[in-house]
T-cell receptor
Framework: GIQVEQSPPDLILQEGANSTLRCNFS?????LQWFHQNPWGQLINLFY???GTKQNGRLSATTVATERYSLLYISSSQTTDSGVYFC???????????FGQGTRLTINP | ETGVTQTPRHLVMGMTNKKSLKCEQH?????MYWYKQSAKKPLELMFV???????ENNSVPSRFSPECPNSSHLFLHLHTLQPEDSALYLC???????????FGPGTRLTVL
């Protein structure tokens, strides 16, 4: 099956810093999503981005489908950005998302 | 997010107990999912229901039994679980495929 690798596994930054999270996947996908899981376990859908670039406030994401990777950018980090960021993909015809292992982001005040 | 609710939020059970997890979605979606999140492992898909019909069963042991009585409700019935089944169980819903998946807050299960 398709493999999803995220890097780095852990990232610790000071408030106000910028960060880039990466997701590599092993096969062509028709669906790629980024999620944020807060410290209480709630998963929030950030972006549906199988290709191209999207922005939402301080967050933006870019997927280069032909090179099989996606990047999530967080600018001017806040402590509330802390948590685990997951990338998840699915292939054409599949009704399941395959998740990466996540990047644990800690923003210190 | 309150579009998908789960109860209970925390559950501690012995290996001989029978319990059920409940999920309800208020988004008008037509597909519902159970995911398992264990420590140090990626989220694992357990079951998918589309239009109340099970379309995916990801090699889950029979001690986990799902039920989807209608498009808004999903249950996970548990019996004779093992300590390694301790995990966060997440319910999700979507409309017409997995794009735009909405997760509930999860049930944190501990099996003693």
């Amino acid at each position: 099956g398709i493999q999803v690798e995220q890097s780095p596994p852990d990232l610790i930054l000071q408030e106000g810093a910028n960060s880039t999270l990466r997701c590599n996947f092993s096969d062509s996908v028709n669906n790629l999503q980024w999620f944020h899981q807060n410290p209480w376990g709630q998963l929030i859908n950030l972006f549906y981005i199988p290709s191209g670039t999207k922005q939402n406030g301080r967050l933006s994401a870019t997927t280069v489908a032909t090179e099989r990777y996606s990047l999530l950018y967080i600018s001017s980090s806040q402590t509330t950005d802390s948590g685990v960021y997951f990338c998840a993909v699915s292939v054409r015809g599949a009704q399941k998302l395959v998740f990466g292992q996540g990047t644990r982001l800690t923003i210190n005040p | 997010e309150t579009g998908v609710t789960q109860t209970p939020r925390h559950l501690v059970m012995g290996m001989t107990n029978k319990k059920s997890l409940k999920c309800e979605q208020h988004l008008g979606h037509n597909a519902m999912y159970w995911y398992k999140q264990s420590a140090k492992k990626p989220l694992e898909l357990m079951f998918v229901y589309s239009l109340e019909e099970r379309v995916e069963n990801n090699s889950v042991p029979s001690r986990f039994s799902p039920e989807c009585p209608n498009s808004s409700h999903l249950f996970l019935h548990l019996h004779t679980l093992q300590p390694e089944d301790s995990a966060l169980y997440l319910c999700a819903s979507s409309q017409d495929g997995v794009a735009g998946l909405h997760f509930g807050p999860g049930t944190r299960l501990t099996v003693l």
